[in-house]
């Protein structure tokens, strides 16, 4: 069999990787439909060569079409995925809009692959800081347990969009200019809340909007959506999670400082290394003797998760501290997205 394919949001910075993606990827292609706003109505796109004219999203844009890729945006998504399952499509959705519902499953495919069984027309796709902790934390749990966690993360300017990259882009040259970049700052940290900040030359404490107990919307994320994957309940209590979420002046590529604790307090450095470099989806880059540890600038481009600066606290038995980077555009939305719906595919449930 052959898929019809749209991508919601094609001319994003997510979409415009989706179709680079999915040209790469397993699935068996018999017509891609790329999908924005009205503003990108007619644009020029190409899929393996081929010119594809970029339409404005209808309800009925996706009549015909077996598979869909979304990431146009949370209330988009609301919009047009009910619709796009009423005609007999399966979703995957890189947005928030679904992530929490009971019927929704959440998948990253090394964690929780046999949750895509259980799908009823969408599938969620993690928030990109929490897909690459998962995909090195997994592994872990699976050997020795999860006890707790503690992140905290340096995100990329492009996990706000093309136009947050765009905006740290022109701070960046005008106050190497000399001029002022204040005026510059229009979405950033999000376009959700009153107040923008640059980006250049700064760190900006806050991803998304706040909650009323202090959290940002996107530590939230972290903490619930974690749960949800690596223990299919989102409030669970068995595994600890706190999280800091820190936006950093880097176009592409997040990186997390991530402390942990294992059930088993004998386990070793060694151990843990042992069990990453053989675990799905990771490269273990973790040498400090020769200065090789993970960093934004070499993840940007590949699907794996880099991990490295693995050490134990030696005043607590059990506890560890690691260094993950990931590209936020492809492992943390676009390839895992696409894997998504390859492994959906491959496994009969589209
Ligand atoms: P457009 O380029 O026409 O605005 P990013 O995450 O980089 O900001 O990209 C958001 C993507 O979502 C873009 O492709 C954008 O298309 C698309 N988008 C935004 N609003 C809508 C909408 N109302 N309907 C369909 N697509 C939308």
């Not at 999915?22 to 007619?42: N, R």
């Not at 090195?136 to 993360?153: H, W």
């Not at 204040?182 to 640059?198: C, N």
């Amino acid at each position: 069999k052959e898929y019809n394919v749209a991508i919601l949001g094609a001319t994003g910075a997510v979409g415009t990787r989706m179709i680079q993606q999915l040209e790469q990827s397993t699935i068996p292609v018999k017509s891609v439909k790329l999908l924005a706003s009205a503003k990108s109505a007619g644009k020029q796109l190409s899929f393996k060569g081929q010119p594809i004219t970029v339409e404005e999203t209808t309800p009925d844009s996706f009549d015909g079409i077996d598979i869909v890729l979304s990431s146009a945006g949370g209330s988009v998504s609301k919009k047009f995925l009910p619709e796009a399952v009423k005609r007999g499509a399966v979703c995957v959705d890189n947005t928030s809009a679904f992530r929490m519902e009971p019927d929704v499953p959440l998948v990253v495919p090394e964690v929780n692959e046999e949750a895509l069984k259980d799908h009823h027309g969408i599938v969620a796709n993690p928030n990109c800081s929490t897909i690459q902790m998962v995909v090195a934390l997994e592994p872990i749990r699976q050997a020795f347990g999860l006890n707790q966690i503690i992140v905290s993360t340096y995100q990329a300017a492009s996990g706000a969009g093309q136009s947050a990259l765009n905006e740290l882009r022109q701070e960046t040259q005008d106050y190497l200019e000399g001029k002022d970049m204040q005026a510059d700052a229009k979405i950033l940290p999000t376009k959700g809340d009153k107040k923008h900040y640059p980006l250049a030359f700064n760190l900006l404490p806050q991803i998304d909007v706040f909650e009323d107990n202090g959290y940002s919307h996107e530590e939230w994320k972290m903490i619930h959506e974690t749960k949800k994957i690596m223990l299919n309940d989102m409030d669970a209590k068995d595994i600890k999670v706190t999280a800091t979420c820190v936006r950093v002046p880097v176009p592409i590529a997040h990186g997390e400082s991530i402390y942990f604790t294992v059930d088993d307090p004998t386990v070793t450095v060694d151990q843990l290394r042992a069990v990453l470099k053989d675990a799905p989806g990771v490269v273990l880059q973790d040498d400090p003797a020769h200065q090789i540890y993970p960093q934004p600038i070499n993840a940007v481009g590949k699907r794996d998760t880099f991990v490295g600066r693995l050490r134990a606290d030696e005043e607590n038995p059990g506890s560890f501290n690691m260094w993950v980077v990931a590209d936020n555009l492809l492992k943390g939305a676009a390839w895992n997205t696409v894997e998504n719906a390859e492994r959906l595919v491959a496994n009969g449930l589209v």
